[in-house]
């Protein structure tokens, strides 16, 4: 078991312990050697403690709090060198992570967002990074890459937009990360699962088969004549990267496993089930975790029943 202390409480503690091992050293040199002190051990605590100190001022970190293993007896825990160590390392990790708010996410987002849409549109900007890459290519005699950078930036702005929906209503929230350019931040595997987890939301089973009704009469109306079919498709044939399949057999594909997912949830309409509030309700139901709950759920369902 740990316990919290924050910046400022450390500092008083390992000043206390750095100047106490700096009179007891100099009592050794007086007494040239001949006390019960610990030469090695007062000279470790001179120096982490001044290690810390000073780590703490320089990064202004006096109201974080660090974890530190509790004394006994009341005695100051920096006393203890496993204690120092440790607090020397999650100094070190706050040197490399820092917090910010999704707020401030945002606007990272959008300036980079606006810079790479404003190359999309450069066609001479596009061109010299083409040619850029041609040439480091050939400088490195490697094979060229499997996309050309202008769907890269292309691909990176999607991402980009996808984190900016995620985080729409978080913008109080804070984020403990690592410091990195705002790309790599949004694909940070830690990063994902906590917007994940802010995003959950608790639905009954009853409200999920609302949702499913009003999306199953969405889809029904959009495909339930010919003419309807076929501008389906016209608007597809726009598209510059078509998908695999004809959009109207996407729609049906879509309706059965909405109409499936119904079925399952029948029996289930007071049970209650963890979804992520920004995916649409085809999204849910395809997802494992989904059908994991769903499964739970039936279990518990017969276990009454029994």
């Known amino acids: 078991m740990s316990q919290q202390l924050s910046g400022k409480e450390i500092i008083a503690l390992a000043e206390g312990l750095r100047n106490g091992a700096e009179l007891r050293l100099e009592d050794m040199d007086f007494a040239m050697g001949r006390t019960w002190w610990n030469r090695e051990t007062e000279t470790l605590h001179k120096l982490h403690c001044g290690q810390i100190v000073e780590g ?7 109201e974080v709090n660090f974890s530190v293993a509790p004394s006994r007896h009341g ?3 920096l006393r203890h060198k496993d ?3 440790s607090i020397l390392r999650q100094l070190q990790e706050n040197q490399i992570r820092h917090e910010i708010t999704g707020r401030d996410l945002l606007e990272r987002i959008d300036k980079e967002t606006k810079f790479l849409e404003s190359c999309i549109a450069n066609k001479g900007l596009i061109d ?6 041609e040439e480091y290519n050939q400088l490195l005699k490697s094979k060229p890459p499997e996309k050309d950078i202008a769907t890269v930036v ?6 980009l937009k996808k984190s900016r929906t995620d985080l729409q209503g978080l913008e109080n929230n804070t984020f403990t990360l690592q410091r990195n350019d ?3 931040t949004i694909r940070d595997p830690e990063f994902i699962k906590k917007v994940e987890k802010l995003n959950e939301q608790q639905l009954t089973g009853n409200e999920l088969t609302k949702r499913i009704d009003g999306e199953l009469e969405y889809f029904r109306e959009a495909i339930n004549s010919p003419e309807k079919r076929e501008r389906l498709r016209v608007t597809q044939s726009v598209y ?6 004809d959009v109207v057999t996407i ?3 879509k309706i059965t496993d909405l109409e499936l997912a119904r079925l399952n949830l029948q029996g289930l309409e007071k049970a209650s089930l963890t979804v992520n509030n920004r995916e649409n309700i085809h999204s849910i139901v395809k997802s494992p975790d989904f059908a994991k709950q769903l499964k739970r759920e039936n279990g518990r369902f017969c276990s009454r029943d029994r």
């Open 56 to 62: 703490i001022r320089s990064k202004g970190l006096q």
């Open 75 to 77: 005695e100051n825990p």
């Open 83 to 85: 204690n120092q160590v």
């Open 128 to 133: 010299n990074l083409k040619s850029a890459q």
């Open 154 to 159: 292309k691909e990176r702005i999607s991402e």
């Open 182 to 184: 705002i790309y790599s």
């Open 240 to 245: 510059k990267t078509p998908p695999e399949k």
């Open 251 to 253: 729609i049906e594909e």
